[in-house]
């Protein structure tokens, strides 16, 4: 067994053990279904890693669609004040989540790139790209905002596309990043003149 494998494995026991707790937390009916959320994304994420590091993306994809929809799960419980640990987190609110769990996409991104791990980088970018879109379509952030994070994620997956050798979308990544920049610079420009 190689290292890769080894570590693969303890990132699987300690999402394998989270996960459990999560079922626990939904199975006890007297325990809050916010902790059984929480316990899922936490499960989620370290079997996200698990399943990268083993190239298993089918069930890669499977711990996107859970922590997505484990995340959807604990906002939606906090905001119709249906759990009893709503006191803990009532400063937050959809967008500061939102605008946190963006933030840290962008950190993974830079690391990635600083690093040179072009699939975590366009893991990374992607992630922007879904999340600042949705955020946008539903007014969670702003359409200023959703620009600059598009810039950012193309930017991001820039190293990855040229690794693949795809200078279509190498030259698309260019092509976007300054019609975004003209139009962040044209509405900075419209905003001082009022």
């Not at 976007?176 to 001082?192: E, P, Q, R, T, W």
Request: glycine share 4%; with cysteine.
């Amino acid at each position: 067994m190689t290292v890769d494998v080894v570590i693969s494995n303890l990132y699987s026991l300690v999402g394998t053990l989270l996960l459990t707790g999560s079922q626990s937390a939904f199975s006890i009916q007297t325990l809050d279904k916010s902790y059984g959320y929480f316990l899922a994304i936490l499960g989620s994420i370290f079997m996200l890693v698990t399943f990268y590091r083993l190239n298993s993306m089918t069930f890669f994809l499977f711990n996107v669609f859970w922590l997505l929809i484990s995340i959807y799960g604990l906002m939606r419980l906090l905001e119709n004040n249906k759990s009893r640990i709503k006191p803990i987190f009532q400063q937050f609110k959809t967008s500061q989540i939102t605008h946190f769990f963006l933030l840290f996409l962008v950190l993974v991104a830079l690391i990635a790139n600083i690093f040179g791990n072009d699939n975590w980088a366009s893991i990374a970018a992607v992630s922007i790209f879904v999340v600042s879109y949705t955020a946008c379509s539903y007014g969670v952030i702003s359409q200023s905002k959703y620009i600059c994070l598009s810039v950012l994620a193309n930017l991001a997956s820039l190293q990855h596309f040229i690794l693949i050798q795809n200078y279509v979308a190498s030259v698309q990544v260019f092509i976007v990043v300054f019609i975004a920049s003209y139009g962040m610079f044209s509405n900075l420009s419209s905003s001082k003149v009022k």
